[in-house]
Each structure stands twice: as C-alpha cells, then as structure tokens.
C-alpha cells in the first residue's frame, strides 16, 4: 500500500480492524420495505438521505437503452427509484461526479464498486484544495468483478440464447448469473463468462469497496437481504435511522471472496 492510500485509509476508516476486508464500525445483513436488489439497502439509503438533506444529489447507474447502463444524477426520489438493480457493468461514475462538483454541488452521495469508490476518494483529496466545503458520502458495493456489455451480450446469446436487452433484471448469486427475460429464468455459471470480464478487474485485490463510507453486497446474507459494513460516522448517519429488518451475517463468506480476490490481484 502506497503512503498516499495510507492517507485516505486514515482520514476515512477507523473501527474493527479485519485483514481481508479491513476496517469497520458495524456489519450486519438487513433488508427495507423497498423492493430493490437484495433487499433495497442502497436504495432506501438513498432515498433517506435526500429526504433528510444530508446530500443534495447522488451519482447512481441507470440503465438507459437496453442493458446499457450510464451514470447519472439523482436529485429526487423518483430518479432513485429508476435506479433501482445491480448492473454488472463497468460504468464512468467518477466523471459524473466530478462533473457535479465542478457544477457547483457541494453534498454529494455517489454508489460505486471498490474500484471507483478508491477513484473517487483520490479525486476528492485533489477536489479539497479547490472546493473546501466538498463533502461526499461514498456507498460501497462489493464486487468481484465487472463485465463489457458487447463480450457479455455476446457470451449471454451465445450460451443461453437470450437478449440480454430485455432483461428485466439480472443477478449474480452463487456463482451463477441469472437473467429474468419476460419472467422467465435464465442462468449459467459466471466463470463461464470469464470472455466478458473488463481485463483490469484482475489487478483488483478490494472486494468489499474498502475506501467507502457505508459497503453493500449479497454475499454472507440470506436471500433478500443485504450485508452492510458501516465503516464511518458518514455512513453510521447514513443508516442509523433506517427502517430495517436485520439479520445475521455469515462473515466466513464474505472473507473467502475477499481473501481469493486478493490472491488473484497478487498473482496478475
């Protein structure tokens, strides 16, 4: 780790200290009333934080044609909402956040894999000497890998014989991705997509989006629910006041994915 990682990882976490998926306030799996991926957890933190001002807007993925999917900014509920779903896309959230700044938002929320959570954190410290009252609040989604939308599309016709365009949703849970195509079920394993991976994601040794305030991700949860890692005061404020239903995390999960990540990162 490089001293300015050092740095961020300072300023930002403090808490359990956990070798593979490294500080933390809190972890616990929980759901919300809202019917989004995997219980609503990014959602209705969201949706929280706009309703109570604690940012003025948020950079979210929105599928726009097709599975194409682009970052955009919510500034309401309802842009939330449409937001809704894991897109398993590399998607350039970082430009639109820093074309939010440079257009005058100060409060800004921004969901993002580890990869772009660590960018944007970077950025941030540079964005600091010129915007002073700059706040972010950075919402982690774990992540193992992301996939190009041509070679997946490509890889989800070729192996399933469906259109990936239409899917309605898409999920990847247990080593399976899984597509919904007019309620009807599609799945096949994920390492058989290994053709679709972005070639940088194996340098990547950070599953859990250890740079950000709050981390988000199915893995270690029961069907339906989310596991949450608050790792600062940004993100505890952001979840404190949640309407959750909360579970049990089976931790071991979540460290085996982290730990094989991290290992695959060391011998790219």
């Avoid at 300015?4 to 809190?26: S, T």
């Avoid at 001002?53 to 682009?70: I, M, N, W």
């Avoid at 706040?135 to 490509?154: Q, S, W």
């Avoid at 608050?230 to 089976?250: A, H």
Wanted: hydrophobic share 40%.
């Amino acid at each position: 780790m490089s001293a300015h990682d050092e740095k961020i990882e300072r300023k930002v976490q403090n808490g359990i200290p956990d070798e593979d998926i490294d500080f933390y306030l809190e972890m616990f799996s929980a759901k919300t009333l809202i019917d989004g991926q995997d219980g609503g957890v990014v959602t209705s933190m969201l949706v929280w934080g706009l309703q109570r001002d604690l940012f003025d807007c948020a950079v979210v993925v929105q599928r726009k044609q097709g599975y194409r999917a682009e970052a955009v900014a919510a500034e309401a509920v309802c842009d939330v909402l449409k937001a809704k779903g894991t897109k398993y896309l590399r998607v350039n959230t970082v430009s639109k956040l820093k074309e939010l700044v440079e257009a005058g938002k100060r409060r800004i929320a921004m969901v993002g894999t580890p990869c772009q959570v660590q960018a944007a954190r970077r950025m941030q410290s540079a964005l600091l000497k010129r915007y002073p009252g700059l706040e972010l609040t950075l919402v982690g989604l774990f992540c193992y890998e992301a996939f190009n939308f041509e070679r997946l599309k490509d890889s989800v016709r070729r192996l399933l014989s469906v259109d990936l365009d239409a899917a309605e949703k898409t999920q990847i849970c247990k080593g399976r991705f899984t597509l919904w195509v007019q309620g009807k079920e599609s799945s096949v394993g994920v390492k058989e997509l290994d053709v679709a991976v972005e070639k940088g994601c194996s340098r990547c040794s950070d599953f859990t989006a250890k740079y950000a305030d709050v981390s988000v991700g199915s893995v270690g949860s029961d069907e339906g629910y989310s596991t949450v890692m608050v790792r600062s005061p940004v993100g505890r404020r952001l979840v404190e006041n949640l309407d959750l239903m909360r579970g049990e995390v089976r931790r071991d999960e979540i460290i085996r994915l982290a730990a094989s990540k991290k290992k695959r990162a060391s011998n790219a």
